[in-house]
């Protein structure tokens, strides 16, 4: 076959391929086009007619907040004292008295005790070592106070950064801090006594070291001694040293 014979043959050959997709292409296409339409078709005929039903009317826009729509008397709305306010002053919450002497000193003392959130544990410290204020024959809740009247703090020292430099100012202790400075100061000084300055008659059995700790220290500061008392000795001369530094308090 000569070379013109062989690109005619060539090129028919080509163009019969051309024409053969183009022909399944064409079929496929026509195959497909009528189920579309009647998938439209019958889409169209489950469509409800807009014309014969009335339009539905929209809501009107509600500006009004959630918290007007709320009924003040509901039970779900919470109490006006869980609000926290954005100005003013908060009022402190009340301690509530421990459940033996009704007094609030005292579960504030069960509460500085407490460690980890064991409070029966506490109570356990606490009402056993005024068990033994209470064996030497003394009454375990008027010494307590008397305690807390010998180390509570009157005046205290604050630093004040003035002009680059920063003095200690001495200032007056409030009363709701100096009964939280003594009780602080107290629990402080029985947990930092050494096991071997307990004598070995004192120690208890089957009880915590801290009963003993703390009723030593209870006995200690009523008399007018011991590391708490030392502690409200050592603040006040400190302000003493200090106070040509009064005037810069505000």
Known sequence: MSLPNMRLFLFGVAGLGIFRVLNITLCVANTIQPESSAESS??????????????????????EPLLSQRNP???EDP????????TGRIEKRKVAPDPLHQSPLVAKLINKVMIAGKKGLAQKIVYGAFEKIREQGQDPLKTFEQAL????PKMEVRPRRVGGASYMVPLEVRGTRRQSLAV?????????RQPAQIPSADRPK????MVTKLALEITEAAAGSGKAHAKKEEMH??????????????
């Open 79 to 86: 109490p006006k004292a869980a609000i926290m306010p954005r």
């Open 237 to 250: 001369r400190i302000a003493e040293a200090n106070k040509a530094f009064a005037h810069f308090r505000w």
């Open 149 to 152: 009247d010998n180390i509570s």
């Open 206 to 209: 089957n009880k915590p070291l």
């Open 42 to 63: 019958q889409d169209l005929s489950m469509e409800p007619r807009s014309q014969e039903q009335s339009p539905v009317p929209k809501p009107p826009l509600q500006l």
């Open 73 to 75: 008397q509901s039970k």
């Open 184 to 192: 602080s100061w107290l629990v402080a000084a029985a947990r930092s």
